[in-house]
């Protein structure tokens, strides 16, 4: 700039030629020409088209997707790489600059660029953001796609993330109360969008209406929850420009794991690793732990945790299970058609008959599965024996060896299922460890009959040393009676004597 001041004083006030200004600094011709002609200094050039020979009929293919993509959601549109990518294995041999200017002047030209927005202020333990994001990991060799539930305080932006197989309410109770854990703290209010496990309806006009069993969450951890207006991800910025960094730091490239609880390790770990690692934002001169560790003394302390279940009611069916998702738990016998409450956890079935709980279940994640235990249907054996042969219940029940090896050798006898069942019906009265060594006793002394066995269990029980049982003072005598046996040989002698 200041050159160029001083070339056009030189040629205009002091009317130099363009030979002495170049000789005087040092400068080339062009370059003089190009200041005096410009109508100002510090005037650039522009270009106002470019040729883009290689370009050709690529850019109609180039313009056509940017209209069809145009019509998609913001985060399913190809990005200019995405373009250049595609346009090449259709034979284009041009520059990515080519392809950059078109797609910048389109989206400006159709107003996809033009959007503004409001920076946002928060102050410590204030708030915190929350959304799913979707990725694509190898769990035991299979490529799926689990959901990253992400949380980012406000102020710190320390985050957090933990992967599930869907994004169902219990999943989202489940992970604030990991993520609650992990802060070690509360923040006073929750912003989210507008997803169905948290907000039944949403309107630009209306008051959102929340769902009742996240108000409970809410309410229990009394944080106040603050639903975006609909379309308006901007109000969560944060979290939203979180997913896109987490996924380029964390999941590229695809992360392998055995299973979901590796996973969640993992990631736990490595949220600690990167607020270490990556400055603040704001407060470039801190890391993003430093500014947590002040933030911290902001969050609420921490309450027991909130019972993380939804809850729903089921019928049991004639085969003592209860449906949900598309598989099958089962239920003790005894309320076989019945209905009963099903909380469903992230990990977990629980069933429920009058605040009792009757049924406990690992929760399977695939489809059309009966997992069922054995001792729920150990009651209907008395009047079934013949099911312990093809029972679903039966077939792999992991018994001690003792009672599988008498089980074999009885089930190979005529009527050697009947005598089977009264000896694992022994196990309701005597328990496991009772009959295992009943079972053991029969097999020294090679006598493998359920007369045998329920005799040991017997004489197992008898042998066992009977509860100290105190007299209360209300059934105490005053006076102890002694022992005297003098009345007796007295008696006695009368006897003798009379003879």
């Given at each position: 700039?200041?050159?160029?001041?001083?070339?056009?004083?030189?040629?205009?006030?002091?009317?130099?030629?363009?030979?002495?200004?170049?000789?005087?600094?040092?400068?080339?011709?062009?370059?003089?020409?190009?200041?005096?002609?410009?109508?100002?200094?510090?005037?650039?050039?522009?270009?106002?088209?470019?040729?883009?020979?290689?370009?050709?009929?690529?850019?109609?293919?180039?313009?056509?997707?940017?209209?069809?993509?145009?019509?998609?959601?913001?985060?399913?549109?190809?990005?200019?790489?995405?373009?250049?990518?595609?346009?090449?294995?259709?034979?284009?041999?041009?520059?990515?600059?080519?392809?950059?200017?078109?797609?910048?002047?389109?989206?400006?030209?159709?107003?996809?660029?033009?959007?503004?927005?409001?920076?946002?202020?928060?102050?410590?333990?204030?708030?915190?953001?929350?959304?799913?994001?979707?990725?694509?990991?190898?769990?035991?060799?299979?490529?799926?796609?689990?959901?990253?539930?992400?949380?980012?305080?406000?102020?710190?932006?320390?985050?957090?993330?933990?992967?599930?197989?869907?994004?169902?309410?219990?999943?989202?109770?489940?992970?604030?109360?990991?993520?609650?854990?992990?802060?070690?703290?509360?923040?006073?209010?929750?912003?989210?969008?507008?997803?169905?496990?948290?907000?039944?309806?949403?309107?630009?006009?209306?008051?959102?209406?929340?769902?009742?069993?996240?108000?409970?969450?809410?309410?229990?951890?009394?944080?106040?929850?603050?639903?975006?207006?609909?379309?308006?991800?901007?109000?969560?910025?944060?979290?939203?420009?979180?997913?896109?960094?987490?996924?380029?730091?964390?999941?590229?490239?695809?992360?392998?794991?055995?299973?979901?609880?590796?996973?969640?390790?993992?990631?736990?770990?490595?949220?600690?690793?990167?607020?270490?690692?990556?400055?603040?934002?704001?407060?470039?001169?801190?890391?993003?732990?430093?500014?947590?560790?002040?933030?911290?003394?902001?969050?609420?302390?921490?309450?027991?945790?909130?019972?993380?279940?939804?809850?729903?009611?089921?019928?049991?069916?004639?085969?003592?299970?209860?449906?949900?998702?598309?598989?099958?738990?089962?239920?003790?016998?005894?309320?076989?058609?019945?209905?009963?409450?099903?909380?469903?956890?992230?990990?977990?079935?629980?069933?429920?008959?009058?605040?009792?709980?009757?049924?406990?279940?690992?929760?399977?994640?695939?489809?059309?599965?009966?997992?069922?235990?054995?001792?729920?249907?150990?009651?209907?054996?008395?009047?079934?024996?013949?099911?312990l042969r093809n029972g679903l219940p039966f077939k792999d029940w992991e018994l001690p060896a003792p009672i599988l090896d008498v089980?074999?050798?009885?089930?190979?006898?005529?009527?050697?299922?009947?005598?089977?069942?009264?000896?694992?019906?022994?196990?309701?009265?005597?328990?496991?460890?009772?009959?295992?060594?009943?079972?053991?006793?029969?097999?020294?002394?090679?006598?493998?009959?359920?007369?045998?066995?329920?005799?040991?269990?017997?004489?197992?029980?008898?042998?066992?040393?009977?509860?100290?049982?105190?007299?209360?003072?209300?059934?105490?005598?005053?006076?102890?009676?002694?022992?005297?046996?003098?009345?007796?040989?007295?008696?006695?002698?009368?006897?003798?004597?009379?003879?």
């Amino acid at each position: 700039m200041e050159t160029e001041t001083k070339i056009r004083r030189m040629y205009f006030v002091t009317k130099l030629t363009i030979k002495d200004i170049s000789r005087q600094l040092k400068l080339s011709r062009n370059t003089i020409r190009r200041a005096i002609r410009a109508k100002c200094a510090g005037e650039t050039y522009q270009r106002q088209s470019s040729s883009e020979p290689k370009m050709g009929p690529f850019k109609s293919i180039l313009e056509k997707w940017l209209s069809e993509d145009h019509k998609l959601p913001r985060k399913e549109r190809r990005n200019a790489t995405g373009y250049f990518s595609e346009l090449k294995s259709q034979g284009y041999q041009g520059a990515y600059d080519s392809v950059q200017r078109i797609v910048k002047h389109w989206r400006l030209t159709h107003k996809e660029s033009l959007a503004a927005f409001i920076p946002l202020s928060f102050s410590p333990g204030e708030a915190y953001q929350f959304d799913w994001s979707t990725e694509t990991i190898e769990l035991d060799g299979i490529v799926k796609k689990l959901k990253i539930a992400q949380f980012r305080l406000c102020y710190s932006r320390k985050f957090f993330l933990v992967a599930y197989s869907n994004e169902k309410q219990e999943m989202l109770f489940d992970a604030h109360n990991r993520a609650f854990v992990f802060f070690d703290g509360l923040c006073t209010r929750g912003i989210y969008d507008n997803m169905k496990t948290a907000v039944v309806t949403a309107s630009m006009k209306k008051e959102p209406v929340f769902n009742k069993r996240f108000l409970l969450m809410m309410d229990h951890y009394l944080i106040e929850p603050t639903a975006c207006n609909p379309s308006s991800g901007w109000e969560k910025g944060q979290v939203e420009n979180q997913v896109d960094n987490i996924r380029g730091w964390v999941f590229k490239p695809r992360l392998k794991f055995k299973n979901l609880i590796e996973l969640n390790v993992y990631l736990h770990n490595k949220c600690q690793e990167l607020a270490k690692k990556h400055a603040h934002p704001e407060m470039k001169q801190k890391k993003i732990e430093e500014v947590f560790t002040e933030e911290k003394s902001h969050l609420r302390q921490l309450p027991d945790l909130f019972d993380c279940y939804s809850e729903r009611s089921a019928l049991v069916s004639s085969t003592c299970l209860v449906t949900f998702d598309k598989n099958r738990y089962s239920v003790d016998c005894y309320y076989a058609n019945k209905t009963v409450s099903v909380r469903v956890y992230a990990t977990s079935i629980q069933v429920f008959f009058d605040n009792k709980n009757i049924a406990s279940h690992t929760r399977e994640f695939s489809s059309n599965k009966t997992i069922s235990s054995p001792w729920h249907y150990l009651s209907l054996l008395d009047r079934k024996p013949g099911a312990l042969r093809n029972g679903l219940p039966f077939k792999d029940w992991e018994l001690p060896a003792p009672i599988l090896d008498v089980k074999n050798i009885l089930m190979k006898r005529k009527g050697g299922d009947r005598e089977c069942v009264d000896i694992l019906l022994g196990m309701r009265e005597h328990g496991i460890e009772a009959v295992t060594v009943a079972c053991e006793l029969a097999l020294t002394d090679k006598v493998i009959s359920r007369d045998y066995i329920i005799n040991a269990l017997n004489r197992l029980k008898l042998n066992s040393n009977p509860e100290n049982i105190e007299t209360p003072d209300g059934l105490k005598l005053k006076q102890e009676p002694t022992s005297n046996c003098s009345h007796y040989n007295s008696l006695l002698q009368e006897s003798q004597d009379a003879i």
